[in-house]
């Protein structure tokens, strides 16, 4: 059987009417719009130009550009793509790519004339729109792809059957699609098996990425990062969290100092031995661990973050914990990722039986450069005292005028440790970690400098602690025999109501004027409400990974790879498909009027003279007494009855209809046909 022509599908050559090419540019506007705030600034000016251009060409009725104009825009288009690939090492990448297939969606839109194309353009911008969760998925951005959708398939439904619009409700039939789609896609939804990594990867711009703590800190590195907004990730404890102010998230431990910047140590981040815990954690019993679980935003980095300490985290394959407690993945985080973890709470106890510090790491932790001989000459005063004196001193340093919290310090002149202690005296955390963990080294205490993030903001409406940006904060951990690795916080003594507070309360509004203490309740209230929507379909949708799915097959008595849960939910589906056919709606009572008329015309087409379908009444009655002159009259007679009956004035008086209903009958009795 051979397959169907074009014409057989689309019809003739039909052009598209000037209502249909504004209707496509709406629909190809529509599915732009959302990926303008994730693609580059060049692209998206390119859409606007494209886009503008062919709706003046539609407002003002003009013929569209030739082919040579199209050629050449498409070249110059190609051109500027090749440019932007060449800024990012040659890699086109996911940015460029959909910015290449929307820009020739339009030129494509561009040549459309017939309802082929046009029914081309619309199948072209189903797959644009399905780009679009290639960079994010907010629940926002499905409700509007479902409106998209419903768009895409209305105009496919008009440009296909064009009479429809007069015939059929657009609205009607693709609400019943949709009612029909939505409990297949349920019930693959839950039951098809979740893969912990997607089946491909596109290659990300770097220019494009998200990047939050870097394994780098130099003076300003971490003050930059604190003036953003942007969300770092979520929390939520399976019972009450702890207080904001003991919330230091851990993210990685940086060992290496060159006199600029401070560096982490790649030989520390290899993996701890199996079964030999960090000695800040060999003290932990049951009651000092806290259970929660984080929703990290991507970050295109490698490090995964944890309350201090994080003894565990249970997540995809490909992470492993650091001999130094850090969280690792073999994998670059250019995902929203969800996982849960557990801590020792912070401040309980110290590990008491903590063994002595090895050889290679006490080397590494008071290795210092050459330079810095105020410093030195500061830490060589303490070397006397006791280890925890010593962190007495320098903390009291701190604690003293003329040192001061601020995010826009003086730029430091080499030796940058010494302009900084004995010089400028202003700085934030990273200024007063790296000082302090040099003091400590010089001292004969070994240390080291710890990134990641203090604090956060709790979600009055979902109860979660939301952590940005802004949050970002350096600390020190020094070494103490018999108690391991402890947290000293010098940015505390310095500026307490930081750590207490939060950053807006530690620094002049001139310098960090934070919007979200500004807003009014009811504002915050609407935030908070949003954020825990958002939290939700993190957590429930997109977080539906394959741990949550085997607990519901647990839940259900089902194994997570029992075929029977499959086979089951096929059987759902097959049964609602079937629903429509089993249930027939109970078929109106027919009128009697017209069962009776249909009676005179099965007998009149069973003796020769059947009735044309387009044929009336009276017409027929006339060409069938005419083929009938013995029963012409009764013919004409009840034939102008079911006229009367059905279309005369009286005809809904229910006594004149029962009287003529009544004439009706007595005709059609006295009416005998003859071959």
């Not at 979902?462 to 070494?479: K, L, N, T």
């Amino acid at each position: 059987m051979s397959a169907p022509s074009e014409t057989a599908v689309f019809g003739p050559a039909r052009a598209l009417t000037h209502r249909e090419h504004g209707w496509l540019i709406a629909q190809l506007a529509v599915v732009l719009a959302p990926l303008l705030r994730a693609l580059p600034l060049v692209t998206c000016a390119v859409f606007g130009v494209l886009l503008v251009w062919r709706t003046l060409l539609w407002v003002r009725r003009a013929p569209l550009p030739g082919k040579w104009v199209l050629g050449l825009t498409g070249v110059a288009t190609l051109l500027v793509t090749l440019a932007l690939a060449m800024r990012t090492g040659g890699n086109i990448g996911r940015d460029l790519s959909v910015a290449l297939l929307g820009a020739f969606l339009v030129l494509k839109l561009m040549e459309s004339h017939t309802v082929r194309n046009g029914v081309l353009v619309t199948q072209l911008c189903c797959f644009l729109l399905l780009s679009q969760v290639l960079f994010d998925q907010p629940p926002w951005l499905a409700a509007s792809m479902l409106a998209t959708v419903a768009l895409l398939l209305r105009n496919w439904l008009v440009l296909l059957h064009p009479q429809a619009r007069t015939r059929v409700s657009p609205a009607r039939v693709l609400t019943r699609l949709v009612l029909m789609g939505l409990p297949c896609a349920a019930v693959l939804f839950f039951l098809f098996p979740r893969l912990d990594h997607p089946l491909w990867r596109l290659p990300q711009a770097a220019d494009t990425a998200t990047s939050g703590l870097s394994d780098r800190m130099a003076p300003g590195s971490v003050g930059q990062l604190i003036l953003s907004d942007d969300l770092a990730f979520r929390a939520d404890f399976a019972g009450a969290p702890p207080p904001l102010d003991t919330l230091y998230w851990r993210g990685l431990v940086l060992w290496r100092f060159d006199g600029q910047a401070w560096t982490a140590a790649s030989m520390r981040q290899r993996p701890a031995p199996e079964g030999v815990p960090d000695s800040a954690d060999a003290a932990g019993s049951a009651a000092d661990m806290v259970d929660y679980n984080i929703t990290l935003e991507p970050t295109r980095q490698r490090w995964l973050f944890a309350l201090d300490r994080g003894v565990s985290i249970d997540a995809r394959d490909g992470i492993r914990r650091s001999i130094d407690g850090e969280f690792v993945s073999t994998q670059v985080l250019d995902q929203r990722m969800r996982y849960h973890a557990r801590s020792r709470l912070p401040g309980r106890r110290g590990a008491d039986d903590a063994g002595p510090l090895d050889p290679l790491t006490r080397q590494l932790a008071l290795a210092l450069p050459p330079g810095n001989p105020q410093a030195r000459a500061l830490a060589a005063q303490w070397a006397g005292l006791p280890p925890a004196e010593r962190i007495s001193a320098a903390l009291k340093l701190f604690g003293r005028a003329p040192f001061a919290y601020t995010l826009e310090p003086e730029p430091l002149q080499d030796p940058q440790i010494d302009d900084f202690l004995f010089r400028t005296h202003r700085g934030f955390c990273e200024h007063y970690a790296g000082s302090f963990v040099f003091l400590m080294r010089a001292a004969g205490v070994p240390a080291r400098v710890v990134v990641g993030y203090l604090g956060g903001e709790v979600n009055a409406v979902s109860g979660d602690i939301i952590v940005r940006q802004s949050d970002a904060h350096a600390w020190a951990e020094v070494w103490l025999d018999g108690r391991g690795w402890v947290r000293v916080d010098p940015t505390a003594a310095v500026a307490p109501q930081r750590v207490e507070r939060g950053l807006a309360a530690a620094v002049p509004a001139s310098e960090f004027r934070s919007r979200r203490a500004e807003e009014p309740a009811w504002l915050r209230n609407v935030r908070w409400g949003l954020d825990g929507l958002i939290s939700g379909w993190n957590r429930w949708v997109l977080g539906y990974d394959r741990s949550r799915q085997a607990r519901l097959f647990a839940w259900l008595g089902l194994d997570a790879a029992d075929p029977r849960a499959v086979l089951w939910g096929v059987s759902g589906l097959v049964l609602l498909a079937a629903l429509p056919l089993l249930w027939q709606p109970r078929k109106p009572k027919p009128d009697p009027v017209q069962a009776q008329w249909q009676r005179l015309c099965d007998r009149l087409a069973r003796h020769g003279c059947p009735r044309a379908p387009a044929e009336g009444p009276m017409a027929y009655a006339e060409r069938a007494a005419a083929h009938f002159p013995h029963a012409a009259q009764a013919i004409r007679e009840a034939a102008a009855g079911y006229v009367a009956l059905r279309y005369g004035r009286n005809a809904g008086d229910a006594q004149a209809r029962a009287r003529q209903f009544a004439q009706w009958r007595q005709v059609l009795a006295q009416l005998h046909l003859r071959g």
